[in-house]
């Protein structure tokens, strides 16, 4: 596999392991949910016939908030601890810092999603 100047190998192993673990996120869903009656489906906020759309679009908010997650916390953990302490920020708060911010990051897309929903 040719790489790009930009891409070391770690970032392409990452993005393939991310792929797979999508992959089996989705067939456990899938299956998970194929189970399920109607009724409980809708008590879910699911329905048969949108099943698939809506499986994706929950893998999908799974990778936005990793890939946010992640981000966060590299960023922040490239400071300093000066740094970090001009921001208002301990180290030990980095990683509670970075799952409010992936959580923001969904609940944003979630938002998008239903208003192109509304508009459609």
Known sequence: MPQNQNQT??????????????????RALREMLALRSDRLLADIGF????????????VASLQIRRQTERRVLRE????????????????????????????QAVEARRAEIRDRAKAA
């Not at 190998?9 to 989705?26: M, N, Y």
């Not at 329905?47 to 929950?58: G, K, M, Y």
């Open 47 to 58: 329905n048969r016939s949108d099943l698939a759309t809506d499986i994706e679009a929950a």
């Open 76 to 103: 922040l953990a490239g400071y300093n601890d000066r740094e970090l302490r001009d921001l208002g920020i301990s180290r030990f708060d980095i990683r509670r810092i970075a799952r409010e911010h992936a959580q």
């Open 9 to 26: 190998p770690a970032s392409w192993t990452t993005r393939l392991l991310d792929g797979l673990r999508r992959f089996g996120e989705r």
